[in-house]
T-cell receptor
């Protein structure tokens, strides 16, 4: 049973470019969560999605960040016009219906130069 | 606002030297308290969920306990492979986000 998959594992972008991070949840999981881990800080919640719906985006920056989880395909976290402060590890987690336990992927490490 | 504080920030143990990690929390209606292990460069690995005060769960050398204000992760006779950062998170009744502490970095030396 494959775990949560994220790609790419490492992503380098220049300031002003766009970053697209992908997350495939565990088989049978229909709930996806995105978290960000800044250097020397804890994991911070960004957004919670179910298929085709954003349920809670209270942790998402108001500008430049967006997320989707289409009916087919992986969940995408999109960061437009990246800045140095966006450099961080971005983790995706998934959970099945009826469970509060979240299982994390290996993360995407974004570096903005 | 939910708050999670973990202590100590770092802990160094000799192999076989048992100890406990602390997680203090405030939350408006606890849905669950979660423990994860994170190795460098990897994602958090799920360990335990605790739902109510008095609950305990065990896995190999690890045992997690929960009171109304804090949780402990007890490590019995640790081995070097237990070295990692241990994360505590709470989920309140008002949402689904996990609110994480900053973690305890554990180093077990032979």
């Amino acid at each position: 049973n494959a775990g949560v998959m994220q790609n790419p594992r490492h992503l380098v972008r220049r300031r002003g470019q766009e970053a697209r991070l992908r997350c495939s949840p565990m088989k049978g999981h229909s709930h996806v969560y995105w978290y960000r881990q800044l250097p020397e800080e804890g994991l911070k919640f960004m957004v919670y999605l179910q298929k085709e719906n954003i349920i809670d985006e209270s942790g998402m920056p108001k500008e430049r960040f967006s997320a989707e989880f289409p009916k087919e395909g992986p969940s995408i976290l999109r960061i437009q016009q990246v800045v140095r402060g966006d450099s961080a590890a971005y983790f995706c987690a998934s959970s099945p219906d009826g469970s509060y336990e979240q299982y994390f992927g290996p993360g995407t490490r974004l570096t903005v130069t | 606002e939910d708050q999670v504080t973990q202590s100590p920030e770092a802990l160094r143990l000799q192999e076989g030297e048992s100890s406990s990690l602390n997680c203090s929390y405030t939350v408006s209606g606890l849905r669950g308290l979660f423990w994860y292990r994170q190795d460098p460069g990897k994602g958090p690995e799920f360990l335990f969920t605790l739902y109510s005060a008095g609950e305990e769960k065990e896995k190999e050398r690890l045992k997690a306990t929960l009171t109304k204000k804090e949780s402990f992760l007890h490590i019995t006779a640790p081995k070097p492979e237990d070295s990692a950062t241990y994360l505590c998170a709470v989920q309140g009744n008002s949402g689904y986000a996990l609110n994480f502490g900053k973690g305890t970095s554990l180093l077990v030396t032979p």
